[in-house]
């Protein structure tokens, strides 16, 4: 079908890609200079006119909506909020432990902090305040307290939500869909886990303290001992996150290869190229179809 619909625009339809693509841009530029409704209406058309010659678009619409149904209810519920980020804070603290390493654990504000209706000096409200973060006392630093509070971002639900989004939105049988996200998303929560404890434990322990005169003038760091959160937490663990997701992406390809019609038409949208993904990985064209329609 996506073939057909270029055929039918002829010339202009690669005209037409860059006038999306900029679009889109648009959008994005206007909601970060807080223009919210010009950037919403830009967007829905940006929208209309990739799916005016890609109907394979649905799939991946589909995969948007169901990761933020499977997001959304954990940062807009408190006590779904609060019970995933003790879950974690708990697995966290039983993984330091088993390593050897027991830092208390109490409250912080730090999850309220960019809430609006929380000022200086309130009082926090009983049910926002919970056990999520561990303190550190290192050797070296006799006068420092070093904090490692667990949040949202922390627990992995970003991550779990976008395979679980490309899984629930493909055409496949129910089978192999449940086998795809019943072994990536364990995964994902486990490796989460070390990726917490790696980061609480070196910057804790101030592990990771390198090259601290060039770390803090790069990244603009007043205190010294936040050298170690910048390479346990920005380098280290955020490679090790590309990785990993790559990996686990490749992995639920393997099982449920329909997942890869979205993942190609997201690239397209980025970049306005197509790619041949299934090829590269030798999955055969009735594989991947994420979409009776965009199979036409």
């Known amino acids: 079908m996506t073939e057909a619909a270029v055929e039918a625009t002829g010339g202009l339809a690669e005209p037409l890609g860059w ?37 394979d678009l649905f799939a991946l619409s589909r995969a948007i909506a169901f990761m933020g149904l499977f997001y959304a209810p954990i940062v807009a519920i408190d006590p ?19 390593l050897g390493y027991t830092p208390p654990v109490v409250t912080e504000i730090s999850e309220l902090a960019g809430r609006p209706e929380i000022e200086a000096g309130d009082t926090i409200p009983k049910p926002d305040a919970f056990e999520n973060t ?5 050797a070296e630093y006799t006068d420092v ?10 627990t992995g ?11 629930a939105a493909v055409r496949a049988p129910l089978s192999r869909k449940l086998l795809a996200a019943g072994i990536a998303l364990p995964i994902i929560y486990v490796l989460n ?13 101030q592990y990771a ?25 920005r380098i280290f663990a955020q490679l090790g996150s590309v990785v990993a997701m790559v990996l686990i992406i490749w992995l639920v390809v393997r099982i449920l290869p329909e997942v890869m019609g979205p993942i190609e038409d997201l690239l397209y949208l980025l970049t306005g190229e197509e790619y041949d993904l299934a090829s590269a990985l030798n999955l055969g064209p009735d594989e991947t179809t994420a979409d009776p329609d965009a199979a036409d």
């Open 19 to 55: 006038l999306v693509l900029a679009a889109f841009l648009a959008g994005v530029a206007l909601e970060a200079v807080g223009r919210r409704e010009p950037a919403r209406l830009t967007l829905v058309g940006a929208w209309l006119g990739f799916a005016a010659y890609r109907r």
């Open 193 to 205: 886990i070390v990726r917490n404890v790696f980061i609480g434990v070196s910057y804790g322990n």
């Open 145 to 154: 307290r070093i904090t490692y509070t667990i949040i949202v971002a922390c």
């Open 80 to 98: 779904v909020r609060e019970w995933l980020i003790l879950v974690v804070t708990g697995h966290t603290a039983l993984a330091m432990d088993l």
């Open 157 to 167: 639900i970003g991550s779990m939500a976008v395979v679980a989004g490309l899984v």
């Open 134 to 138: 561990f303190v550190f006392f290192p």
């Open 209 to 233: 303290h390198f090259f601290p005169d060039v770390t803090m003038t790069l990244f603009g760091l007043d205190n010294p001992v936040r050298v170690s959160y910048i390479w346990a937490d």
